[in-house]
């Protein structure tokens, strides 16, 4: 599986590309699928540009991306989107259009409260699961750990692919759920060359990283995917 990250945090400061609105988010997961993403990661965004769980956002966005592509379309549930961990949890009690999966990391507060409700609602969780934090454990010893749809496995740091292999020999076999192994930044594409060397899921996109495997500015999400497909 190839999963294209739209936008994460970033914007039009970072680059012209990064899509902001619904309808230019849908036109990018549209090329991206075009150029070979099986599925879609998002954050929806309000007017201003900020990052939200709003209800009516995420219904506008939801829709408008469906409406491009015939595949799975996912949101993140991050404290970015929401501090609050009670009022997270309203506002996805409060969804009215649902995404196909949402991630959830396991070590911010409220995580495994979160992931309930999303599971309650019939929403897949993507377990987000980071090196240096407490959130592996916590997930391996939740009753829910086998109940999410995958692993999330989000390398950052200095030595990416050391970090990588370190944090999928303490996640394991995981209750034998799919993993998708990222890495952002300059982690992106060392991280994506393990993860197809070892034949899990990765993904790409403007959330990761700007950057082409050779250095260049990527023109865009869908330009990233191609290049992503082509790596070894």
Do not use: K, Y
């Amino acid at each position: 599986m190839m999963q294209v990250c739209l936008n994460g945090g970033r914007g039009p400061g970072d680059s012209a590309a990064v899509p902001m609105s619904p309808a230019a988010m849908a036109e990018a997961a549209a090329r991206a699928v075009a150029a070979g993403a099986t599925d879609v990661h998002v954050h929806p965004r309000t007017p201003c540009g900020g990052e939200t769980l709003s209800p009516r956002v995420l219904a506008q966005t939801l829709t408008a991306i469906r409406a491009a592509v015939d595949v799975p379309v996912g949101v993140t549930t991050g404290v970015a989107e929401e501090p609050d961990p009670v009022r997270r949890v309203e506002r996805v009690r409060a969804w009215t259009v649902l995404p196909d999966h949402a991630s959830v990391r396991w070590h911010e507060p409220g995580a495994e409260e979160l992931a309930a409700v999303l599971l309650e609602r019939g929403v897949g969780v993507e377990a987000g699961l980071r090196p240096g934090t407490n959130g592996p454990e916590r997930f391996l010893g939740s009753p829910l750990a086998p109940r999410v749809l995958r692993v999330l496995a989000e390398v950052h740091g200095p030595d990416p692919v050391t970090a990588a292999r370190a944090l999928l020999a303490e996640v394991g076999e995981a209750h034998g759920l799919p993993i998708l192994l990222h890495g952002t930044d300059a982690g992106a594409w060392p991280v994506l060359r393990l993860a197809r060397r070892l034949g899990l899921a990765s993904r790409v996109g403007l959330e990761d990283t700007l950057f082409l495997p050779d250095g260049s500015l990527a023109r865009d999400n869908a330009q990233l995917v191609s290049a992503a497909l082509s790596e070894e």
